[in-house]
């Protein structure tokens, strides 16, 4: 989401650069260094995924015991799985 808006800012700030010569460093800081923020945005947004351990961490996160729906706070009524009985949310597995 930032990169998408670092981009926005990017293409504007080269598109106004063209418009105004306000003063030399701020139209070449508009023609290149917000395009090069915006690569560096996106490089960091691209790599920086989210690790094995964070996969195994919430393997080991229990499912909620509760009678009362977490939503509404209604009654759960128990079956194969669960539902509420005022909302109709249901718990379903994830594979």
Do not use: Y
């Amino acid at each position: 989401m930032i990169a998408l808006l670092v981009g926005f800012f990017a293409i504007a700030g080269v598109i106004a650069s063209f418009e105004k010569q306000d003063s030399d460093i701020i139209v070449w800081l508009m023609r290149l260094g917000f395009p090069a923020l915006f690569i560096a945005a996106l490089w960091f947004a691209l790599s920086n995924k989210p690790g094995r351990a964070i996969r195994e961490r919430l393997k080991e996160v229990s499912p909620d015991q509760d009678t009362a729906c977490a939503l509404c706070s209604g009654a759960l009524i128990l079956d194969h799985g669960w539902r509420c009985s005022e909302c109709g949310a249901e718990r379903v597995e994830v594979n």
